[in-house]
């Protein structure tokens, strides 16, 4: 079983948020595990990275590429880290110099701003995007 | 009263999305409001645009920009279009050639390739941060 963490801060408030995400989780669940953790700040982010032995940073000024290209990446990551990857989702200040500095890759979705709701359902979606193009499903064509 | 209107082939069929969808259609209501045209597939959508004075075409080859450009384009759009504006999703194909060659702005969101649904959440989302750019508000940072 591959898994994934996922570093976001703040709560998962709104109730639509909350099934779009469980329906993608589900989707993913026969092959890929999802684990939570929201620190309550970005201080507290930057508490927990560290602890971390490698780390994908999503940043706004990080490698912009296509689904097809992420999808090579993710699975090679997997290869590379035991079947393991963490993403950070950083707050609207970003990261420190250091915590991007240490990631393993820093990721930008899209030169659009998106609210940190709004990317960690783009996430997933690309999560299980990356799986259904290696796999070959007619998911992505 | 700005009005925008969306034109996308397929309707919604996730309970998350429409509850997603009415959410920003809720915020955006004192200013703007969104008119929905689902056309039963892309042969349809591509009879339709034609009708349409001025379109904004969402290709993944088009123009990307980040969101406070995109905020400026949109308010001049506007001004320009009489406070109107169409924006067309297309299907997994894209549009055609001549569909591409008669839009006002060919508006690429990422490089990512994204489901349907999830294009209109964004791109209800993108509005919605234009809108509240063009105030100042601190929704932005």
Redesign the interface.
Known sequence: MIKVKVIASGRCK????R??LA?YEKRLSPFLEITWIHPKDDAQLADLLPQEQQYIALDPNGD????LE?SQKLLKYFENNRSRATFAIGG?DGFSPDILQKSTLRWS???????HQ?TR??LL??IY?AMEISKKSPY??
């Open positions: 709104e109730e639509w948020l099934m779009a329906e912009s590429m296509g689904s992420f609207p979705l899209s030169p659009l701003t998106f609210t709004l359902l783009i979606e690309q995007r992505h064509k």
